[in-house]
């Protein structure tokens, strides 16, 4: 038994998103530089979680990805389901044929992890994971979000000045 880079790789990618989502779309190329994820790899993973409802996609410019609900009623559970990881300690995958076609001495007990597993994975939040990686970093990320918003309003004035005064605005 044990969870795929599958699973990882999406809660992971919905954990970024879910941090630097409040302001609009996050881009994929943006998510895979951060967390060293391939870009074709997070394309097929974002198609699951869309086509399960638990993100939207925002094409255009400044498009991007979005969740569709709030984290608070996203469950770890819920992504790795979307995305086809199987949580299944049998060897069987709980079709009781483990043994020449019977169930083995010990199938309840893996049975019984899994029922487990999934309970503990749907009563963590996407919320649960973002309040702990603002705990971790101390609310750096909130920072770092707002220095670079800062910086692009800075640019976009910057942009949109008559060339005379870009000029000016330079020498200063």
């Not at 198609?47 to 925002?58: A, F």
């Not at 670079?148 to 949109?160: G, M, P, S, V, Y």
Request: hydrophobic share 35%.
């Amino acid at each position: 038994m044990r969870l795929t880079t599958k699973g990882r790789f999406a809660v992971t990618a919905m954990v970024d998103l879910a941090l630097r989502g409040g302001d609009g779309p996050v881009t994929l190329a943006g998510i895979s530089d951060r967390q060293k994820i391939s870009l074709s790899y997070l394309e097929q993973l974002f198609g699951k979680l869309r086509r399960h409802g638990l993100v939207d996609s925002v094409r255009g410019p400044g498009g991007g990805y979005c969740l569709a609900r709030p984290s608070e009623q996203l469950s770890v559970a819920d992504i790795i389901a979307a995305v086809d990881e199987p949580l299944d300690a049998t060897q069987c995958g709980g079709k009781e044929n483990c043994k020449d076609e019977d169930r083995c001495m010990t199938h309840e007990l893996w049975a019984t992890l899994n029922h487990k597993m999934y309970d503990y994975l749907s009563s963590v939040s996407l919320n649960d994971l973002v309040k702990q990686q603002h705990e971790k970093a101390g609310g750096k990320v909130q920072q770092v979000l707002q220095d670079r918003r800062a910086d692009q309003r800075t640019d976009q004035r910057t942009a949109a000045q008559p060339l005379g005064a870009k000029a000016m605005t330079a020498g200063t």
